[in-house]
């Protein structure tokens, strides 16, 4: 039966209209609407449509039955996520490669468009949709909030799910209000019931500040966000990357992560604005010098490392993640191994004799691990020590060492702190540590008593002394003073201590040591060239003391080596302690942080 209605019925309206039709009369029906020549819906005396207007018997694979297809209604919901996906206003979207930025949807494509990657799912797509999307059509003004300006889900990631955050800077600059906050925390806490690692991709200017009401100080609001960060620490690993600049609450999320990664020329964070900085203090300074990437990669120490654009952040990532499991109840990843890119034979002949003769410890290094795996955080804050992973025939280590290029090794209370942290993550991860050690001490003044060199330095022998991961430490050349304490030494209950033949262990050097001992009775000298005698001859008594042969005959130190022998002697040590359990005396927790 064909049956003709008024123009400006919908496609609901006509397809209601077909069906009870059909039903009643119990034959098919074909509707046309207004002077259309074909038929808008056709129904057949069983309820079947096709919404086309084709009548025809099309097939699914082998059923009788005709092919069904979406309706109107699908098609308007396809509509408005595709508009949702477009992001904020296009004049937003169109100033973003004037700032070297790729679209939040764009930057996604990057991390998990590729051949080993997925984006698996989005939560919270329709978040804040009725504020600015009532009626289903989309308008181009500054009131577009798709996603409320921040994108949830899982993916893939180097073959790795995880949880993943992104701010859409298109939509009112990334900023954060009571949908998108939401959005935030539900990620987290299912991150915390997972056990998969978290990726935040942070370009965000804060709070919504016209918006606040619902979401700053509420249980549930974006205090939250650092409840559940301090939750996850430890639990899973917490990785930001920086796009943009970060300024108040939205600073907190890349401080609180394990990892962060800020994006040269385009990323910043500050606990307030440049504008709010002069009102409060009267000093005018522009983003860059008060939080950019050198700022916080050179001064505050809170960038672990700083990329030359987006897709060298992704890079980094991807390195950084093959050496951290899922969670804390796993173990690192383990790849196969490989020689290392110099030749152990050579590390003799790196390490000078003379205790105050610099060199660079990651020559070391590169004749110890695999090739290609050295992987260095913080690079440029407290550089006299070393805090990387790498591999060591496949095993992924966490290694603690004296940089005697850089500040002779000597322990500054930078280098102290930044030490501990790594030591404390890598302890967290179920990383073995490897303590390598060329140290005349923490560094002693004015000017770092002050800083907190007591305070960071006994932060640093403290995360050494609670680690129960497996530790093997190498007293390459000198070991003095605390130094000793802090790079894992034979009190700190490490699985082996190794000494090179260039070792020494003492409270001070030679040179310090007979100053403070014989100053008064070699003044007493008035023979200058009898004096300097007296003085050369002290000085190789008290050496033959502190040498590496002697801690090892008074069984200070497990074993001398010959250098060329570390890598092997490494590896069988970490591979016969792999499964060691230690264990720390039963209460809440320690009081030092």
Known sequence: MDIRIAQGATDDEVSAIAAALAAHLGDSVEVYVGDASEPTVVYDHEGRSNDDGDASTARDGDS??????????????????????????????????????????????????????????EDGTFAAFDDWHPDGVGEETDDRLPADGLITGGATFEGRDLHFMANDYTVKRGS???????????????????????????????????????????????????????????RVPQICVLYGPCIAGAAYTPVFADFT???????????????????????????????????????????????????????LVAQLITYLPDNADETPPQKAGKPPAKSPEGIDAVVPQE????????????????????????????????????????????????????????????????????????????????????????????????EGI??????????????????????????YGAGIY?????????????????????????????????????AEIDDPDERDRRAQQLREEYREDIDIHRMASEVVVDEI?????????????FDFYADVEKSLPSKKHGTIL
């Open 454 to 479: 007591l305070e960071q330095g006994k932060k640093m022998i403290y995360a050494t002394s609670s680690a129960t991961v497996p530790k093997q430490t190498v007293v390459v050349r000198k070991a």
């Open 176 to 234: 954060m209000a009571a949908k998108g906050v939401e959005k935030f925390l539900r990620m987290q806490q299912r991150a915390l019931k997972t056990g998969q690692p978290v990726l935040y991709l942070m370009d965000s200017s804060g709070g919504r500040i016209d918006q606040q009401t619902g979401f700053f100080a509420n249980r549930e609001g974006i205090g939250k966000y650092y409840y559940n960060h301090s939750m996850l620490s430890g």
């Open 561 to 573: 080596v010959p250098p060329s022998e570390l890598r092997r002697e490494l590896v069988a040590r």
């Open 261 to 315: 990664i800020m994006v040269e020329g385009m990323s910043a964070m500050a606990i307030a604005s440049p504008r709010m900085v002069q009102m409060v203090t009267g000093e005018e300074i522009d983003l860059e010098e008060l939080g950019g990437p050198q700022v916080h990669a050179r001064e505050s120490g809170s960038a672990d490392l700083v990329a030359r654009d987006e897709e060298h952040a992704r890079e």
């Open 64 to 121: 009788d039955e005709p092919a069904l297809e979406p309706t109107s209604r699908e098609r308007r919901l396809r509509d408005e996520i595709e508009d949702i996906l477009e992001g904020g206003p296009e004049k937003y979207r169109e100033q973003l490669p004037e700032e070297d930025k790729l679209f939040v949807r764009d930057r996604l494509d990057l991390w998990f468009g590729g051949e080993d990657d997925a984006f698996l799912f």
């Open 355 to 450: 205790p105050n003769k610099g060199y660079d410890m990651v020559d070391v290094i590169d004749r110890i691990v695999d090739e290609g795996s050295y992987f260095e955080l913080r690079p440029d804050y407290g550089a006299e020590i070393i805090t990387a992973y790498a591999r060591i025939d496949g095993r992924p280590v966490g290694i603690v060492a004296n940089q005697p290029a850089t500040r002779a090794g000597a322990i500054f209370p930078d280098a102290a702190e930044k030490a501990a942290e790594f030591i404390w993550k890598s302890d967290a991860f179920n990383i073995p540590l490897l303590y390598l050690c060329d140290t005349p001490g923490f560094m002693a003044g004015s000017q770092v008593e002050k």
């Open 486 to 522: 802090a790079m894992g030494g034979p009190a700190y209950d490490p699985e082996s201590v190794i000494g090179l033949p260039s070792g020494e262990i003492a409270i001070m050097g030679p040179e310090a040591a007979i100053n403070a001992v014989y100053a008064r009775k070699l």
